[in-house]
């Protein structure tokens, strides 16, 4: 049998290794899996200075480099994939995980004036200093939480204990405002995980972008959701073909 591949992945926003474990015990059986959580998302990891893409990338190279892998796939859920693509290129990096991947405000499926409705919103609280003030207010759960409170169910209370408010606020603001992050591709091989009916983003750009700027790329469909309600194990392995997993797996093997 095949030695499991290394996999080091950085989750979506809002989330984090406590929220997506069921996601990583899933991952667990066909990897080794190497979770890292972004600052500001966990207790005990100091939020950023500055919040951009470039500082979030630059704290998981350091991250991958304390890991001393010999080898190892570099994945990201959603955010995360827009992170893990501003990474320096690595020798060890042996290729890219992208799933349902974030590539800016064009591939998201949030309509228009709710965008705007947001960026009002995180401004006023800006302004007004008053991040800590309302975070574990009702409102935030209801309608800043981008509808995840009803589909988290208890995580979303973890989400509001772990995460730290200005760092939420700060990078939903990015997300909402990059129209098309400055994205190029590695020249590694790529994993494109994606749910053609995914609610959160344009599947089919998403898709189209991939086949025509990576060269050596497998696509893999799956029907999970975007914020999945049950985040377990088994959720997972209902959501991911046998086939599916086939197509991914061999293709690792084969670029490890």
């Known amino acids: 049998m095949a030695e499991k591949p290394n996999l080091v992945i950085i989750h979506s926003f809002p989330t984090n290794s406590i929220i997506l474990k069921g996601f990583y015990e899933f ?5 080794n899996v190497y979770p890292v959580d972004l600052p500001g998302f966990l207790k005990g990891i100091k939020p950023l200075k500055t919040i951009n893409f470039i500082n979030y990338a630059r704290y998981v190279e350091r991250e ?15 955010f995360g994939f827009a992170v893990v693509n501003l990474i320096k290129d690595h ?11 974030y590539l800016g405000t064009e591939n998201l499926n949030i309509p228009f004036f ?13 302004a007004m200093n008053a991040f800590y003030k309302v975070w574990h207010s ?12 009803a589909r988290f169910d208890e995580k979303i209370k973890s989400l509001l204990d772990e995460m730290d408010a200005r760092t939420f606020f700060e990078t939903a603001k990015l ?32 898709i189209s972008r991939f086949a025509n700027e990576v060269d050596n790329l497998v696509i893999a469909h799956t029907s999970a959701e975007h914020y999945p309600k049950t985040i377990t194990k088994e959720y997972f392995k209902k959501r991911m073909k046998e086939e599916e997993l086939a197509k991914i797996l061999d293709f690792v093997h084969k670029n490890n």
């Open 91 to 101: 020798k060890n990096c042996r290729g890219v995980f992208a799933i349902e991947p």
């Open 138 to 149: 009702p409102f935030i759960q209801q309608y800043l939480l981008f509808g995840s409170s």
């Open 114 to 126: 709710k965008r705007l409705f947001y960026i009002f919103i995180i401004k006023i609280l800006s």
């Open 175 to 206: 997300l909402l405002h990059n129209r098309e992050i400055d994205c190029k591709f590695l020249k590694r091989p790529y994993v494109l995980v994606i749910n053609k009916s995914d609610g959160s983003i344009r599947a089919n750009r998403v």
């Open 27 to 31: 991952l667990s059986d066909f990897f």
């Open 64 to 78: 991958i480099k304390k890991l001393n892998l010999e080898s190892y796939w570099v994945g990201g859920v959603s």
